[in-house]
Nanobody, 116 residues
Framework: QVQFVESGGGLVQPGGSLRLSCVAS????????LSWYRRPPGGTRALVAT???????NYINAVKGRFTISRDNDKNMVFLRMDNLKPDDTGVYYC??????????WGQGTQVTVSS
């Protein structure tokens, strides 16, 4: 059974930092691309960053230079380091895997609130 457990969110002031963690299980973790998504208040869930099987990563323009995604295949974990946080980064953050067979189960997410 596929499962994702996200953690590390919280309330932080603009300019602050957080490190999100996600533990995954139920699939062959090292053979999947791993991504972080976020759902802003009143909005829809959208992709933020992806780390590929071989290691390279991609980011949406809004977080380039501020966020860093990484993975630990030995621990089945994916991380998102977020620096210089802005109010627009507020939302619920989720991790997800991409590969074959497809993974369709979402975790509960972790809330990030950036506010003074």
């Amino acid at each position: 059974q596929v499962q994702f457990v996200e953690s590390g969110g919280g309330l932080v002031q603009p300019g602050g930092s957080l490190r999100l963690s996600c533990v995954a299980s139920g699939f062959n973790f090292s053979t999947y691309a791993l991504s972080w998504y976020r759902r802003p208040p009143g909005g829809t869930r959208a992709l933020v960053a992806t780390v590929w099987v071989s290691g390279p990563s991609n980011y949406i323009n809004a977080v380039k230079g501020r966020f860093t995604i990484s993975r630990d295949n030995d621990k089945n974990m994916v991380f998102l380091r977020m620096d210089n946080l802005k109010p627009d980064d507020t939302g619920v953050y989720y991790c997800m895997a991409g590969g074959n067979p497809p993974v369709r189960t979402w975790g509960q997410g972790t809330q990030v609130t950036v506010s003074s």
